[in-house]
């Protein structure tokens, strides 16, 4: 996604500047997302009158791009201006597919009522993007089994669709007959109250899966260190850090150890420091020439709710590598987790270069630091207010099993809307083709509303609520 220098960013009198208008009509789908992110976050007071006007106008890709300000912006009349496109009436277009997928994604009303989005819906595809929307509430997403509205044949992309809602509320998976949801239970096999699945299942998930999806999925009959060293390292994109999980206790810290030394990307270190923070390891120092990852700081905040004595100790440990970094003075804005650590226990000296940090820091440096600040201060109230503060910031640094499926989840459910377009052969998420998922599509393969819809489940702004 192509970020928008902040520069470029003020506002004129009455409008947003040329700069952030012609993001919005531009042909970059990624920088038309980042645009309406940022107009949506707008204090100005005439944003809403202003997108009132405009989110009618222009090309349809704006249109789209102003509706996501509507949503992401969430006031009474930008809400307003959703629900009317999503609730259009007439034959199956493009506007109402999106209006509804933002609509399930975003507008309270979506959780009371979710009868008469359904029936707005003019095909089988709007009523499954208004589903997928729904599934960013997780838990919050009402039980729509048995409602006439999504009455069909079986194996019908809703059905995989309302499997994720049940998962996601635990509700448990009713049915795995179509190949979709035997890929969902792939994913959803992970939660940490999931007893796992068994070889058989995971054989026959082939034709459906990635293997990325089968190789983290948790074995029933758990795979041990000797297994792992007769496997390519890279199988399934470096899912197998997250095999930590299914590991029985006296081998997890040899598990860790070995895929420690395996693994090499990012994000991939993020599951695995992240699995090894949840499963209580006692985390190990970096060398003393290191600097400070963000894997690590996503591990060490889990043991922190995971076994909080041992994870505030490890902490304390890892804070001379976290003031190297800040000393470093790079920036904030990627930083931040160096901070944290600070903040989880800090000392003296700690308190007053955070305290400086947060009243010196502007925009959306303030806005980061002013919770560190908080959390460091002790304005943050103990039990769950702190839990919640700190499994934020993990999942934001895309730690542990929570990081892989902020990851895959979205990809699941770009699979089932998309196969079969042309912006899903043009995603390199999507480049392998799982024939399970193909599904036929209101508009030709190549309308710019599938590449709108990728982009969006691609970005910050869609994911699942989780358990």
């Not at 969430?74 to 009436?89: D, I, P």
């Not at 299942?201 to 795979?223: G, Q």
């Not at 894997?295 to 190297?324: I, K």
């Amino acid at each position: 996604m192509v970020l928008l220098p902040l520069l470029a960013l003020p506002f004129l009198a009455q409008s947003p500047s040329n700069e952030l208008r012609g993001a919005l009509a531009g042909e970059d789908p990624g920088q038309r997302i980042e645009a309406a992110v940022q107009l949506a976050a707008s204090r100005e007071p005439w944003v809403d009158k202003w997108l009132a006007k405009e989110v009618s106008r222009g090309t349809s890709t704006q249109q789209r791009a102003l509706l996501l300000a509507c949503a992401l912006r969430g006031t009474t009349s930008s809400l307003e201006l959703l629900e009317k496109r999503a609730f259009q009436r007439g034959r199956p277009n493009a506007d109402r597919a999106w209006s509804l997928l933002l609509y399930g994604a975003y507008h309270p009303a979506a959780l009371q009522d979710s009868v008469t989005p359904l029936k707005r819906a003019k095909s089988e595809f709007e009523r499954d993007c208004f589903l997928a929307g729904l599934l960013k509430h997780g838990g919050q997403a009402p039980n729509l089994r048995g409602l006439k509205e999504l009455k069909g044949k079986k194996g019908k992309p809703h059905s995989a669709l309302l499997n994720a809602m049940d998962a996601l509320s635990g509700r448990g998976i009713s049915s795995i007959e179509e190949p979709t949801s035997l890929a969902l239970q792939l994913l959803i096999s992970i939660f940490p109250f999931e007893k796992g699945v068994s070889r058989e299942v995971i054989d026959a998930s082939e034709p459906s899966a990635l293997e990325s999806w089968r190789v983290a999925a948790k074995h029933k009959k758990a795979r041990t260190l000797e297994d792992l060293r007769r496997l390519p390292i890279g199988i399934g994109g470096g899912a197998l850090a997250l095999v930590l999980y299914e590991s029985s206790a006296p081998e997890r810290g040899a598990l860790f150890q070995f895929l420690r030394g395996a693994l090499l990307d990012p994000s991939q270190l993020a599951w695995l420091w992240g699995a090894a923070g949840d499963l209580g390891l006692s985390l190990p120092l970096p060398s003393q020439s290191s600097t400070l990852l963000d894997f690590e700081v996503g591990g060490l905040l889990l043991l922190c709710l995971s076994n909080p004595s041992l994870g505030e100790e490890r902490v304390r440990a890892f804070q001379p590598w976290a003031r190297r970094r800040l000393d470093a003075g790079h920036s904030f804005a990627t930083d931040w987790p160096a901070a944290v650590l600070l903040a989880v226990t800090p000392q003296k000296e700690d308190l007053a270069r955070l305290r400086k940090i947060a009243e010196s820091s502007s925009g959306a440096d303030a806005l980061r630091a002013l919770p560190i600040w908080h959390l460091a201060s002790g304005r943050v109230g103990e039990g769950e207010p702190r839990r919640a503060l700190l499994r934020s910031w993990a999942r934001e640094l895309g730690a542990g099993w929570v990081g892989y499926l902020d990851q895959e989840g979205p990809r699941w459910t770009a699979y089932l809307l998309l196969s079969g377009t042309q912006a899903a052969s043009e995603r390199l998420e999507l480049q392998q083709h799982l024939l399970a998922f193909e599904r036929p599509h209101d508009h030709s393969p190549e309308h710019a509303l599938y590449e709108d819809i990728a982009e969006f489940l691609f970005s910050p702004q869609y994911f699942w609520d989780l358990p």
